[in-house]
């Protein structure tokens, strides 16, 4: 009798201890921030072709559009900045959610994939630990073929577990594998109501002080008229000196206005309509 219930005994403390990995095993994976956490919206950033034929004779505007243009100016040059550098990693980690992750255990997964930027094919490998506040996010990529690099952490971040905010830090490059921008994210709702880049790369290539340091835009939506907004603080090229520039305007009627002391003087809204065109600040 005391035989069969040491048996019995033995038999429930596996079963238990089995069924716990199982548990462990199962746990979902934690949620992948949304792919728009790295990417500004640049696209609704435009304003509506004038179709009058007075505004445009063969092709060239008579009308001053000297605000919106400065504004698209400024946004273009970020714009620029962040497709060349977000290219692969904006492809990269888009790709993540279309993959099973693998449990590696201690509260990790794993999302491994190729993916092709421009022709070049790459292999990413992306892991999640669940932490006690917060998931820690590792992204490493290869490169195959012409320029092939083997895996280096190319970027890794923080969601908090509700899946509403969170921070990516991009490193340059294979070359100089050191911070260089830093995204901070933050969900409105359904969507991103906030994307923050800041550039925190200490030294350039030639080792010399990076003066474009803590420069940085702002993107946000809000629920006001002019719904969208850039906050820009922006290096000039001097050590130390920075501009700043504020825009807002409409995603629906692309009027807005912007400010910028360093460009028109002063600390006024300098206003533009639906068209582009300059118009007095209400």
Known sequence: M????????????????????????NTPAPTLPP???????????????????????????????????????????????????????VASFGLAVNNIPTYLGSNTWEWKYDFEVVGATFKARLTGELKTSDVQWKMYISKEGVGAFSELLWYSGTSQLDGKSGQWVLNHSKEFPEPALQIDWQID????????????????????????????????VTSNTLNAFYNIHMNNGTQGVFNDVFIEWSTTAHNGHVKANNQFGDDLWHC???TGENVVCN
């Open 272 to 274: 533009w309509n639906e």
């Open 35 to 89: 792919a728009t956490s790295m990417s500004i919206d640049f696209s609704n950033f435009a304003a509506k072709k004038s179709t009058s034929a007075e505004n445009n004779i063969q092709g060239l505007t008579t009308v001053d559009k000297s605000n919106y243009v400065f504004a698209s100016s400024i946004a273009g040059i970020w714009s620029t900045i962040l497709a060349i550098n977000l290219a692969v990693p």
């Open 2 to 25: 005391k035989r069969l219930t040491s048996l019995t005994l033995v038999i429930v403390l596996v079963a238990g201890f089995l069924g716990g990995c199982k548990k462990t095993d």
């Open 189 to 220: 709702g359904t969507s991103i109501g906030s994307v923050k880049y800041t550039y925190i790369r200490d030294l350039k290539d030639d080792r010399t002080t990076e003066p474009f340091k803590l420069s940085y835009i702002e993107y946000g």
